[in-house]
């Protein structure tokens, strides 16, 4: 019988509090060596052009420039993580080329908190030097954290867009007064649109004492978080499903 080798990038299952079981994919050193490079040459670009944009017409023109480009430099090393992070839910351009994004452990977007602490202590990470630190650390830890993402309770995961061939169809379809209440864009993850998507489809197989008890499994932690007003379990996760992938 043959063995074939693992991976570098492995599976994360997550139990969430309301007992949803969700799984990531867990990006392996190599992938993220890659979108570091990636960033890397981003940052190098931006870097660049605005040296070449700095005055440089006299000594003290010059002086002026090497100044300000250690300034941008240092801002740019150390906030360029932390803005991307935050404002592009876990993602850097980096990450986004390689489908890569940052989350917390439980699953969940982090926060401009957990992007400051797990970028911080690349420092650690680098030591003695080239990452040496980060590379044995990560290696060694089954989710290939480094020591920024242990202390921040974060981990990068592989974005998979797999998507069923077959449009779905919300019968009957919903009303703008059914959608009145439900945001124009939910705030749910991808795992959790999947999860929705994939029990609208099995819906159309299952009695209606079996699809009410499975909706009523997601649909109070997402009417909770969405403060939606009482309805019908199933019919609300397929008005949720249109507003964030059908509109």
Avoid: C
Wanted: aromatic letters at 8%.
């Amino acid at each position: 019988m043959t063995h074939s080798t693992p991976a570098l990038d492995t599976v994360a299952a997550i139990e969430t509090p309301e007992h949803i079981h969700f799984t990531h994919r867990i990006a392996g050193p190599p992938r993220r060596a890659m979108a570091w490079l990636v960033d890397g040459l981003v940052k190098g670009s931006v870097l660049a052009i605005l040296y070449m944009l700095l005055p440089q017409s006299s000594e003290d023109a010059e002086a002026a420039a090497s100044g300000l480009m250690m300034v941008f430099i240092f801002f740019l090393e150390w906030g360029y993580n932390v803005l991307f992070e935050t404002a592009w839910n876990g993602k850097t351009p980096g990450k986004a080329a390689l489908q890569l994004r940052v989350v917390k452990e439980s699953g969940g977007p982090i926060t401009i908190v957990d992007s400051i602490v797990r970028n911080l202590l690349r420092a650690a990470d680098f030591l003695p030097m080239l990452y040496a630190v980060g590379v044995v650390v990560s290696s060694s830890d089954r989710w290939f954290r480094r020591i920024g993402d242990m202390v921040a309770g974060t981990m990068v995961i592989v974005e998979t867009h797999t998507r069923l061939k077959a449009p779905l169809v919300i019968s009957p379809k919903p009303t703008e007064q059914e959608l009145a209440p439900v945001p124009r864009r939910p705030p749910l993850s991808h795992e959790e649109l999947n999860t929705i998507e994939y029990f609208l489809r099995r819906s159309e197989y299952l009695g209606p004492g079996r699809t009410e008890e499975l909706a009523n499994i997601i649909a109070p932690m997402i009417a909770r978080r969405m403060e939606l007003p009482p309805m019908d379990p199933a019919r609300m996760l397929a008005l949720v499903y249109h507003r964030a992938r059908l509109e």
